[in-house]
T-cell receptor, first 113, second 111 residues
Framework: DSGVTQTPKHLITATGQRVTLRCSPR?????VYWYQQSLDQGLQFLIQ???????AKGNILERFSAQQFPDLHSELNLSSLELGDSALYFC????????????FGEGSWLTVV | AQSVTQLGSHVSVSEGALVLLRCNYS??????LFWYVQYPNQGLQLLLK??????LVKGINGFEAEFKKSETSFHLTKPSAHMSDAAEYFC?????????FGQGTRLTINP
């Protein structure tokens, strides 16, 4: 158990819909990261937050957005869903110092039908 | 920008044989390097990491990796494979806090 909690574990939704994925970081970790894992793209970094502020942005679509709340939990919002958005979405957290381990949750499986 | 290349998307070894998973990195600054393992239907678990100091790094489950700056490599090895080692393995380099992953190597263990 990494200490990073993600909900829901599985989600099936239709094209055009919107979903929210939720993440609770490890106790004491101020940084939260979101990654997308798909068969064709591999593990892609989406976005990072540190103590409520956006810190880095990767290959995140404009239809996707995220935020980190004062209690440090984070949400990833995916809208106008397309079939190609079907993937495993990971949340990870760390103490933000170079070389520190980034701990991953077990992921949220999103299937768009 | 940092990047990682894992050589071989699939590796198959016999139980008891040496496991060697290859990773080469590109980094403009001294790299921090990681190996993660993903078992079926699970998240990513850290196997080991290199930050500074000793270039031979020991991790969990009998795995180790050696940082070779001259070869820009960070290959993962295990002397004797177990059936339980079957999983996907990811090499990663840390760039600006976030991790940049390779494409992964799926390890299959033959009985």
């Amino acid at each position: 158990d990494s200490g990073v909690t993600q909900t829901p574990k599985h989600l099936i939704t239709a094209t055009g819909q919107r979903v929210t994925l939720r993440c609770s970081p490890r106790s004491g970790d101020l940084s939260v990261y979101w990654y997308q894992q798909s068969l064709d793209q591999g593990l892609q970094f989406l976005i990072q937050y540190y103590n409520g502020e956006e810190r880095a942005k990767g290959n995140i679509l404009e239809r996707f957005s995220a935020q980190q709340f004062p209690d440090l939990h984070s949400e990833l919002n995916l809208s106008s869903l397309e079939l190609g958005d079907s993937a495993l979405y990971f949340c990870a957290s760390s103490v933000e110092e170079a070389g520190n381990t980034i701990y991953f949750g077990e992921g949220s499986w999103l299937t768009v039908v | 920008a940092q990047s990682v290349t894992q050589l071989g998307s699939h590796v198959s070894v016999s139980e008891g044989a040496l496991v060697l998973l290859r990773c080469n990195y590109s980094s403009s600054v001294p790299p921090y390097l990681f190996w993660y393992v993903q078992y079926p239907n699970q998240g990513l678990q850290l196997l080991l990491k290199y930050t500074t100091g000793a270039t031979l790094v020991k991790g969990i489950n009998g795995f180790e990796a050696e940082f070779k700056k001259s070869e820009t490599s960070f290959h993962l090895t295990k002397p004797s494979a177990h059936m339980s080692d079957a999983a996907e393995y990811f090499c990663a380099v840390q760039g600006a806090q976030k991790l940049v992953f390779g494409q992964g190597t799926r390890l299959t263990i033959n009985p």
